[in-house]
């Protein structure tokens, strides 16, 4: 990596680091903060609503990857309903191409496994909460492996970790 992209890396990584924080509310009463670094790129209302966030990687890697984090808020009638919603979603990701579970889960209602996306591995992260009688499903997805490097992957998993502190309370 030549010395103006290590430079630029850096600097990028940290003001993402400083990045203050954009609070999102949702479906009545779903709140959460992302870095404002992180770029909306689609919103739903109704049931489900969804927020979908790309989260900025700078290197090259980008061109052909889409590095992403989304907040989905469904009603469900009851624990039950949540559960079935969780067992859906579950599923769905187990046919997505070259599927594996990958490393430890984050707790209760929580799935991390890679799968491809246009021929490129991907690494997700799931977790689901049950509240007020809605589903709140937060995945994370950023590709496998990024030029942009390791700082750049822990920064993404600190952002989705704190959005997973913000929806668990």
Known sequence: MSLFRSTLLAGTL???????????DMAGGVSFNTPDNWVPIMETQGDPEVRVFQVPDPSPTASRSLARVSVTVKQ??????FERYVAGATQKAKTLAAYQPAGQPD????????????????????????RNNRAIQLRCVRPDR???????????????????????R
Do not use: M
């Open 146 to 168: 990024s030029e942009a490097g390791a700082a750049w992957a822990s920064a993404f998993d600190k952002g989705c970790d704190a959005i997973a502190a913000d929806l668990a």
């Open 76 to 81: 469900v009638d009851d624990l039950a309903a």
């Open 107 to 130: 707790g209760p209602n929580s799935y991390a496994y890679t799968a491809q996306e246009s021929g490129s591995p991907y690494r997700y992260s799931e977790r689901y909460w049950f």
């Open 14 to 24: 940290l003001l993402a680091g400083n990045a203050h924080a954009t609070e999102v």
